[in-house]
């Protein structure tokens, strides 16, 4: 034990008698109150025994005094008590009330009488934590948070990945990874690699409200997207979002998080994620498992093997995952999704459901309730139509009559062809009715109309055989606007109603003959063009 040299006790023992306060001792002398408390509480055992020789120093007896009456210390805050706390409960600082009590009650007191007497008044209640105990496999905790520096592919850049963390509750084992990227999809996966990792599922998992997992943050109703919830009910396990802002819920796997970076991960850096989760797997087994838990005084692997058999267990298959999206019913029944139809009945014409497109199949669920409407195997080719001719609308819309006016604009063999096509297809043919109109923005009508004429010469019925024609034919045509003058002379056509018979054209030569021959010989060819059109001229123009 430290002893103060002989003059500060005496110091001490002085100004203790003459009733000096602790703080105005320490104030004085610069000797910690503690140390005075000491020295006070000795000086009145002393006194208590009243034997002994006076030295002067605690160490030895002192001899007896007479007891010094303690002087009551009364704040100069005391006659402004009500004030102070009235000021306290409105959440006002030790500055403003100081500053109040100058201006409106006339305070010479110090700054720091008030903070103490202040000070004094507010009862700070220790917050408490509550330590929760958890069955084997009841529950797990999942978060993000930030990996080790990590060399990017195909560049000497590094930067940091997301590490995720899952972490048994009871036995504290965990599953770490690190990825770069984050998605719906991604978040779905690191929780099955996890259960697949420990060899069973927890009962219900805690997480934040991340964008991953939770869409609308609510304490009684969160909204978890599609992947996710999916996820969790193919594993039979249930989502518990922890409230937001309230990390202590989930105070399991944050400590495993800074456990993980303080000690796994601080000081390094990787060439690859693959590295890092080696490393990651690496540590966990020999160094993080083996540890003797602090708060459990256990390992945590033999509480892990204790836990193992309580986890639920895996199905078979794994999770089959899956992109929703919104589409709209068209006039046909039929929702239109990677440029192929798909029967959509019993919902509406009009309405919109959600389509989850899986690898080789997709579904159609209602929009509202999310209830299973359709199952399709998606279509390996393009413009595929899946549905039935039973299911199929025949009746004419709207949309129908007015594809049909503007095949009619093109050509009657046009609108011959489309109306065809729809007897035929129904409305779900009328996107190679619309296809079919289309055409005219780039070609010709003659040469559309003429296209179509071949087709139902030929019996194919297709927008594509229309569309190939339609080009070939304009092919020909741009061909012969290259050609030279004397092939196109040659391609030239020789009979037309307004072309009449050679014979025609001799007789009329024959006449104009005749009527230059009869002419008068002596009239001047200077005077022919001023005098009048004789006869014959007169019948050779009207022939003409």
Known sequence: ???????????????????????QIERVSGIDRKTIRTYAKRMEEIKANSSGVATGTPDQTPPPRPPVQAKPTTSNCEPHRAFIEAQLRAKRNYTAIYQDLVDQHGFTGAYNSVKRFAGGL?????????????????????????????????????????????????????FRRVVWKSSQE???????????????????????????????PDLYEPQLN?????????????????????????????????????????????????????????????????????SERRQVEAMFQEEKPHLLPLPLLGMQYFTEGQYSVNDDSCVRVDHSSYAARPAVIGSRVLVRLFARRLEIRDFKTQALLRTHDRA???????????????????????????????????HRLCETLFE??????????????GLVRRYPRRLINS?????????????????TLTEQLMEDALILLDAPNSEANCLLTQSHALIRAGDDYADLFTLGAQQSATLAPTQAPTQ?????????????????
């Not at 035929?424 to 109109?437: A, F, Y």
């Not at 004429?453 to 569309?467: I, N, R």
């Open 226 to 294: 599609a992947v996710y919830a999916a996820t969790l009910k193919h594993y039979s396990v249930v989502g518990d979002p922890a409230r937001v802002r309230d990390p202590n819920r989930k105070g399991t796997v944050e400590h495993a998080i800074g456990h993980t970076q303080a000690t796994a991960l601080k000081g390094r850096r990787f060439e690859s994620i693959e590295a890092q989760n080696q490393h990651l797997e690496h540590w966990e087994t020999k160094w993080a498992a083996q540890r003797i838990h602090g």
């Open 122 to 174: 507010c009862k700070h209640e220790p917050e408490q934590f509550d330590r929760l105990e958890f069955a084997p496999g009841e529950e797990a905790q999942v978060d993000y948070g930030e990996g080790a520096l990590t060399r990017v592919a195909g560049s000497a850049r590094f930067r940091k990945p997301r590490l995720f963390v899952m972490t048994l509750r009871y036995s504290r084992r965990s």
């Open 186 to 216: 991604t978040w779905a996966r690191l929780h099955e690699e996890a259960w697949r990792y420990f060899g069973g599922a927890c009962r219900y998992v805690v997480l934040d409200n991340l964008k991953e997992g939770v869409i609308k």
């Open 424 to 437: 035929r297809e129904g409305r779900v043919g009328q996107r190679k009715l619309w296809g079919i109109v």
């Open 380 to 414: 390996e080719k393009p413009g595929t139509v899946v549905l039935p001719m039973n299911e199929r609308v025949f009746n004419p819309s709207r949309e129908t009559q007015r594809i049909l006016t503007q095949a009619k604009a093109i050509g009657a063999a046009t």
């Open 1 to 23: 034990m430290n002893v103060l040299k002989p003059h500060l006790q005496t110091t001490i023992l002085t100004l203790l008698e003459a009733g000096t306060s602790h703080r």
């Open 528 to 544: 022919a063009p001023t005098q009048a059109p004789t006869r014959a001229q007169t019948q050779v123009e009207a022939t003409l």
């Open 451 to 467: 296209a179509c004429e071949m087709a139902m010469t030929q019996g194919v019925y297709s927008y594509g055989h229309v569309k």
